[in-house]
């Protein structure tokens, strides 16, 4: 997949006039030039001679013109870094065939053939961990977007599918285990120390859903009656050391399974679910047919090793790729700009999951602080593209929070818009309509708006238009009128600066300020560029609750008085919009702190509003912890830097720590009554414990601000209690951000307890790159020449460099240090991995929303990139649009 580039020859210059063909540039694919495939491949069947260093791969695939197409005499076969040992065609081997940019052509005369080909690969050199790859001793496949075309020669196209028939052998020692989708045929041993095994998938599927894994495992095995009264056999695969850590994820599955039957009336189809961990992956999970592969992140989980969090992103994932069985697999995509068709949609019907498991509100404000913090920086800079996107070079680099995050919210509003039960009508209809199909996000539409009863013209738009739409908002009020206007913007994005209005819907409130009540809530749509609504009936101006549930992803834009923000943040009974009055109260004030437009007296005032708005948040009683510590919690930097047109980040994280500092002085005594209480209640996995566990860290969290002496001796003494990985995780936390010999022993603790657990050596590493310590550079450059460290495994590296791409004060010092290391790290990991390493260009590639001396050196690095000899086609195409 690598491409070699290099910059464009001189005409004319006769010393390169010799030198070897000129690289090209990696094509722009586009959405417009879709053409169907012009042959079918209704049935393929592959063999595997399995070998960590050599695996054969004997493809036969029977084609057939398709109908549907124009005809062509040729087949175009992918293939990445393949060779043909062997083609035959109807029996004959044949010579008739040419590869044209790793491409194999073949010539194929009449309307229906066997195609035979024989290709042999490496997967232990297979570092860029797409096709059939080695991982500490096992193998294992990653296929979508393009992996299977590593694999052998195949139409890798979402829109050709095939039915599978899979034989496979390997030395029986090293592979005990052979998987692959659908169910096991037949195995057996053979005399001289083989494993072999057959299976056959019965459903049709695109080539991305292949998996196949063979390898020494264990399985954590239970089973799930559905709703038909089919018995289905699940399996959860894992190392052997691993096996106590596993039922949760089980767990997770069967409810999962249980929540999709009831909400969506979707059963699963195959007799076996097969989930398999390994430890060396680009992303989190793979939804292949009946066989999905998982990062051990979202497998392994137990109170000793995982957090509250990771325990959450277990069920979550494992939910999602079991979604995908129906919103994926089932119906797939015609094609990859169709990603969001399966990816935005089983994006929501995770999060509706979690909800239901975890209560809605928490789970509604967490998904929108990631798309608040992940998403909208997206949407406003160099990299923005609609949840459809129209041309790409390289796919990976659409696995985007637009095309996942946005892309559930837009499927969400049209559940809005609808109401629960007329979106079910919809989405029955989609699955009936388009079971065995590859569809289109235009198809998802049509059925929604036949099946629900909507008119979904304008909103399209929603797939077409990239950026943040922002709604600015008017309340005034006149006798007993209260008149709402509102006028939304769509912002320019690169590629289209012409943007029309779209149809946003709004539940709103208006609230009485006396009583702290408001008469009922409405959904407005925004649909032009400006609309007005008036409401009767309101003697006194009402308060004004806007975006509840955060309805759309927009940006709100309005004055209200600081008052007004603390009784919503006091009194809205929307969890949401009360959380979000907290955010907008402290985004103000930080913004304008940051901007250095307050005087001192402004500033003390706006600290008293945020002051009275935090206590009333500790002293509440009828608040439940986990909501407490999501009111505590103050908007993530990279929400209120996306507050600026350019930025000094080092300002908003000094003004973000200074308010942190002035909250823990002033609420000394109640944030230590907070973590005393919350320190005595035993561990369990109920909603009060887990409520607890998060206000003791952040209540820590704040009282280390604002004295970091005392601060660390009471995380010491968390550290040391901890009878679970979240106390245990909050406390080192906070003790890497503060000087002191408690730091260095928990560190060194931390270290030695779990030297053998890889995802816990992880947060070892995460929790240093993202410390508030004023050394971090220094201490990430350390830990880069640590033994443990390796550009290898994804989990490992992101641990590092992620963590620390995210950490403000590192990233962005002054003198360009951390742009530096992180642009080092792309240019040395983009040979090995170049889809993890294309996914750090992002973070330089904010330079414009940067004050000028640092955009400066961020936009330098960026092109050190650019000018690197050759590289890969996934960071090429990030940097190139990043430098725009
Ligand atoms: N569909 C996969 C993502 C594949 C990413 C390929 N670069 C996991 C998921 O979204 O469920
Ligand atoms: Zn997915």
């Known amino acids: 997949m690598d491409i070699a580039r290099t910059p464009s020859t001189p005409e004319g210059n006769p010393e390169l006039a010799d030198a070897a063909p000129e690289p090209k540039e990696p094509p722009v694919i586009r959405r417009e030039d879709y053409e169907p495939f012009p042959w079918l491949v209704p049935q393929t069947a592959l063999d595997f ?84 790859y080695a991982s500490g001793g096992m193998l294992c496949t990653q296929c979508e977007a393009e992996g299977f075309r590593r694999i052998t020669f195949f139409p890798d196209r979402p829109d050709v599918l095939s039915v599978y028939t899979v034989s496979m052998r390997g030395p029986k020692d090293q592979f005990p285990i052979l998987l692959c989708n659908g169910n096991e045929t037949a195995s057996g041993e053979t005399e001289d120390g083989l494993r072999w095994a057959d299976w056959h998938d ?52 069967r409810r999962a399974m249980k929540w999709d039957e009831e909400t969506f009336g979707r059963e699963y189809d195959l007799d076996l679910y097969n989930i398999v961990a390994v430890s060396d992956f680009n992303m989190g999970a793979m939804e292949n047919k009946g066989l999905n592969v998982f990062n051990t992140k979202y497998v392994l989980a137990d109170p000793e090793t995982a957090t509250d969090g990771d325990f959450d992103a277990v069920e979550g994932v ?14 797939t995509c015609r094609d990859w700009f169709q990603l969001s068709l399966k990816e935005g949609f089983t994006v929501l019907r995770d999060q509706l999951f979690s909800q239901d498991m975890q209560g809605e509100a928490v789970k509604r404000i967490e998904d929108v602080r990631v798309l608040r913090s992940v998403q909208f920086p997206e949407d ?128 709103i409130a208006l ?40 309805s759309a992803p927009v940006s709100i834009e309005r004055r209200i008085e600081e008052a007004d923000l603390v009784f919503l943040a006091a009194k809205d009974d929307d969890p949401f919009a009360r959380y979000e009055a907290m955010q907008e109260l402290v985004t103000g004030h930080l913004v304008a702190a940051a901007k250095g437009e307050l005087s001192d007296d402004a500033r003390s005032r706006a600290r008293d509003f945020i002051g009275e708005a935090f206590g009333a948040i500790l002293a509440d009683e009828a608040l439940d ?50 973590h005393d209480r919350a320190s005595s209640v035993p561990y ?32 010491e003494r968390q550290y040391e209690a901890a009878d679970n990985m979240t106390d245990r995780q909050g406390a080192l936390m906070v003790l890497t951000g503060l000087e002191g010999p408690q730091r260095t022993r928990a560190l060194l603790d931390f270290y030695e307890r779990y030297r053998d657990n890889p995802l816990v050596i992880d947060k070892w590493f995460a929790l240093q790159a993202t410390s508030l310590h004023p050394k971090v550079i220094e201490h990430v450059k350390a830990l880069a020449e640590h033994p443990d460290f390796t550009l290898r495994n994804p989990n490992r590296v992101r641990s590092l460099y992620m963590a620390f791409a995210g950490n403000p004060h590192g990233f962005h010092a002054a003198d360009g240090e951390g742009y530096r290391l992180v642009t080092d790290l792309v240019l040395e990991l983009d040979p090995i991995n170049p889809q993890t390493a294309a996914r750090f260009v992002p973070s330089l590639g904010r330079w414009r929303r940067i004050e000028p001396g640092r955009a400066a050196k961020m936009r330098a690095e960026l092109e050190r990139i650019a000018e690197a000899p050759s590289l890969s086609r996934d960071t090429y195409e990030q940097v190139t649009r990043s430098l725009g």
């Open 49 to 132: 001679g399995l070998g960590l260093e050599r695996t054969k791969v004997v493809a036969r695939l029977t084609v057939e013109r398709n109908p549907a197409a124009e005809p062509s005499a040729t087949i175009h076969l992918n293939g990445d870094g393949l060779e043909p040992l062997e083609v035959e065609i109807d029996g004959t081997p044949t010579l008739e065939w040419s590869l044209e940019d790793g491409d194999l052509l073949l010539s194929l005369p009449g309307e229906k053939h066997e195609v035979r080909i024989v290709t042999e690969i490496d997967p232990s050199a297979n570092s860029q961990l797409m096709g059939l």
């Open 202 to 253: 019965p459903w049709p599927k695109p080539s991305y859903l292949f998996a196949l894994v063979a390898g020494d495992l264990v399985a954590k095995s239970g089973t799930f009656t559905t709703m038909g009264g089919r018995e289905v056999e699940l399996n959860v695969w894992v190392r052997e050391g691993d096996l106590d850590r596993t039922d949760h994820a089980l767990e997770s599955l």
């Open 318 to 331: 494992i939910a999602h790729e079991y979604f995908h069985n129906w919103s994926g697999n089932r119906v």
């Open 380 to 507: 406003s800079g160099p990299l923005a593209h609609p949840i459809r996107p129209d041309s790409f070079r390289e796919i990976s680099n659409f696995y985007t929070a637009t095309v996942y995050n946005k892309g559930a919210e837009v499927i969400r509003m049209m559940r809005t818009m609808a109401g629960e039960e007329r979106f079910r009508k919809g989405t029955d209809l989609y699955f009936n309509r388009h079971d065995g199909e590859a569809a289109t996000c235009e198809d998802f539409v049509s059925a929604i708006e036949d099946g629900a009863g909507l008119d979904l013209q304008q909103f399209r738009l929603w797939y077409s238009q990239a950026g943040t739409p922002k709604v600015s908002v008017d309340l005034r009020h006149s006798g007993s009128t209260a008149t709402l206007a509102l006028r939304q913007v769509v912002p320019q994005t690169p590629d289209q600066s012409d943007k029309k209005p779209m149809p946003i819907p709004l539940r």
């Open 511 to 550: 609230f009485d300020r006396e009583t702290g009540r408001h008469g009922g809530e409405e959904v407005v749509v925004l649909d032009a560029a400006e609309g007005e609504w008036t409401f009767e009936g309101f003697d006194r101006a009402p308060v004004l609750s806007i975006n509840r549930g955060f």
């Open 625 to 674: 912890d986990q909501m407490r510590g999501e009111l505590m919690m103050l908007p993530t930097q990279t929400y209120v830097t996306e507050q600026f047109d350019q930025a000094d980040p080092q300002r908003v994280f000094e003004e973000r720590e200074a308010l942190k500092r002035t909250l823990g002085e002033r609420f000394v005594e109640e944030l230590r009554a907070m």
């Open 684 to 715: 369990s996995l109920d909603a009060e414990a887990r409520g607890a566990r998060k206000v003791k860290t952040l209540a820590l969290s704040f009282l280390a601000a604002a004295d970091p002496a005392d601060g660390a001796q009471r995380a």
